[in-house]
Structures are given as C-alpha cells and as structure tokens.
C-alpha cells in the first residue's frame, strides 16, 4: 500500500485554501447582493424605471405625496421590525391602530375628555394590546401566528363597538365643537415647508427603533432569540420577558401610527389601516430582515417601505389598472422574498 494519498484527494488538500478563499469573495458578493443592498439596488433601479416612462413621477409633489402616504406603514413595520427580528410576527398591527386611533378620537370628541388624557387612552390602549399579544405567547405558548391572527379579529370587532360602525367623530353623538385634537391634526395633516410633519413623526419612530435594536439590551436580547431561544436562555437572557416588552413596543408604535392615520384622515374608523399589517411584514423582509429571526435591521425596512411605496405609486402613474396592480405588488413581493431566501442558503453554502 502506497503512503501516497489519492492525486485527487492531494489535489483537493493543496486547492484547498485557495477554494477557500474564493468560497468567501463568492459570500461576500452574494451577501453585498442581498439584504438591504438588495433592496437598494430595486428601489433605484424602480425609481429610475417609473422615471423614465413618466414625467410626473420625479416631481416634487409626487416624491412627497410618497412620504405622506407612506409614512404610517413605515411607523408599523419599525415594530414589526422587532417583532420578526425576534423570531415572531404580529399580524394585529394595523388592527391596533385602528383601535387605538378610535378610542383617542371617542374619548376627545364624544367624551370631552381632555386632549392629553385622550392619546394617553389611546397609547394605553395599544400597549394592551400589545401586553396581551405577549403575555398570549410567551405564558401560554401560543403560536405568535395564531395569536396576533386572533388579536387581529378581536381587536378590529372591539372598533366597531366603540365607534358603533359609524367613522369618529359621529356628529350625533359628538361635543359641539370637538373633531380631532389639535396636535393630531397638526402631524398629520400639516406640513414645515412642504415637508409632512407626519415624516418627521415616523422618521422620530425610526430613529427610536434603530436605537432600540442596535444599542440597547432589548436589541441585542432579541437577536439572540431570534438565532436560537433555548440559546439565549440558556446565556441568561429572560425571553419571556424580552417578547412581551417587544410586542408591547410594536403595540404602542401602532398607537402612535393610529393616531397619524386619523390626524391625517381627519377622522378615524375602525376599519382604518386594512391590510397594512401585510404590507409592513413585506417591508421588513423586502428590507433583508430574516422572517425566521436573528437577522435585520430597521434601516433596511426604512428601504423595504419604499420599494413599496414607489412601486405602487409609479404603478397608478403609468396608468397601470388598480386589479393589476395587486398582481404585479404581490408577485413582486415573493420574488423579492424568493431571492432573498436564495441568497441566504448561497452564503450558508459558500461559507460552509
């Protein structure tokens, strides 16, 4: 017997550093490519498509009319953000900002209640739902699926009780004089310039959540959840707790979006906000946030948003019909989620 090892094997042994090496450039090229370089490279490249096939679309205006519309979905998907960082989802967002928006505009209008005691009704309303998304979860081991898709039921039949179905302030039952409190009006509604005070107010809820995430105990918990919870108890960190103070955070941010949503309308309703708890889980993992935790930040949702905020409205610019529209949003979607989901089992080859 030979001492000689098999020419393919010493082959193998001798290229191998240098396979190795290309093994990780090929990572870092296909994660440079992914994530919220990604969704940078669609959202330039839709900017510059829409840009090209309509005058209109580079304006001013309609760049602002963006960050109007757009700015309660970014204010949702901030929590949502944590939400799915740490291994979970919650469906009842926008639910939660129709409520809480609701109740604020009830407690002022038909209660004459004062304008602090009403938004702080408000905000404690979405904290309780939040605390009770979390409690659900983490006390009962309730799926967070199941439970955000009950609370989200829930939640929207307890608007319709409060508002009777009728849009707040339901001039029948409404103090004379009282519509919408003031400062709701005003971030909502107003602008500095020609710039949304309703985008300062979201840019202040993106500016909080980044913080949170990335600098604080809080954050670095729901990481570490996210990659592995038997991991992060075993390190010590109290993941009950840590979900429960996450949800209540995405609960209260969805009150503060409910209130922008109603300022903004000029009037609230328990219907307001539909579908857009879907449209912040695509915004996070259009943004490179992993939708089985551990991995994302809240500047890629900033970007993951508006991917979605410029397709749909360069969509309706070019004439695209509203029924095609929602095909072309949802395909778009999982594709975006596809490519994703491909880049990251390319790292996890290239590296292993």
Known sequence: MSDTAPPTVANAAAAGPEQRSHAA???????????????????????????????????????????RQYSVPMILAVGQTLVIVSRG????????????GSVMSVAFSHWGWAEPLALGLGL??????????GFVITRFAVPDFIATLGTF??????????????????????IEGRTMP????????????????????????????????????????????GGNPDAARVSGI??????????????????????????RQGSANALMGEGMELSSIAAVVIGGTNLFGGEGRVSGTVIGVLVIGVLSNGLAIVGVAEFWQRVINGLIIVLVVALDQWRRRAIRRAEA
């Open 153 to 174: 039921t829930a939640v929207r039949g307890i608007a319709l009780l409060i508002t009777d179905g009728f849009p707040v302030p339901n001039f029948d039952k409404a």
């Open 182 to 225: 003031d400062s709701i009006s005003t971030l909502g509604a107003d602008s500095v310039g020609r710039i949304p005070l309703i985008a300062f107010v979201a840019l202040a809820c993106v500016l909080l959540g980044a913080f949170i995430l990335g600098r604080t105990r809080l954050g670095r918990s729901a990481y570490a959840i």
């Open 89 to 100: 989802i919650d469906l009842s967002v926008a639910s939660t900002a129709a409520l809480s």
């Open 25 to 67: 450039g090929a990572a870092r090229y296909v994660r440079a490519a992914g994530g919220r370089g990604g969704a940078l490279i669609i959202l330039f490249a839709l900017i510059v498509s829409f840009g090209v096939a309509s005058e209109d679309f580079l304006t001013t205006d309609n760049m602002l009319n963006i960050l």
């Open 238 to 263: 109290d993941v009950e707790r840590a979900k429960l103070k996450i949800y209540i955070f995405s609960g209260v941010l969805a009150a503060i979006a409910g209130f922008m949503l109603a300022g």
């Open 124 to 133: 404690a309303t979405g904290f309780a739902v939040g605390a009770f998304n």
